[in-house]
């Protein structure tokens, strides 16, 4: 098993921001972060594939979310901004051998590891 490690979640207001970030044990892996909501499936959030050639963001919520990366960190963080009552959920990061299809990493069986979760909650 590949640790990830999670961190960055926490009680927030409305319009506040939070980066969370996860930190991988190995390099040169495709990661992403997915989300699961109260009641809900788990949905794809963001990936950072192909070295940074593959970047991808939920439409939902890409003018608010960013994901980027520390190379020598091993380390991928996602920054979201401007947080709303929707955004709730427990934010999972997940890894995989490196892979560069253009439609590639959006679904959570395509992962191999997972960090342990990080709870997100925004309050109005």
């Known amino acids: 098993q590949v640790p990830l490690v999670e961190s960055g979640g926490g009680l927030v207001q409305v319009g506040d921001s939070l980066r969370l970030s996860c930190a991988a044990s190995v390099s040169n892996l495709d990661m992403g972060w997915f989300r699961q909501a109260p009641g809900k499936d788990r949905e794809f959030v963001a990936s950072h594939r192909c070295s940074g050639r593959e970047i991808d963001v939920l439409d939902s919520v890409e003018d608010r979310f960013s994901i980027s990366r520390n190379n020598a960190k091993n380390t991928i963080y996602l920054q979201m901004d401007n947080l709303k009552p929707e955004d709730t959920g427990v934010y999972y990061c997940?890894?995989?051998?490196?892979?560069?299809?253009?439609?590639?990493?959006?679904?959570?069986?395509?992962?191999?590891?997972w960090g342990q979760g990080t709870q997100v909650t925004v309050s109005s």
């Open positions: 997940a890894a995989d051998q490196e892979a560069c299809s253009a439609y590639g990493g959006l679904w959570a069986d395509e992962y191999e590891y």
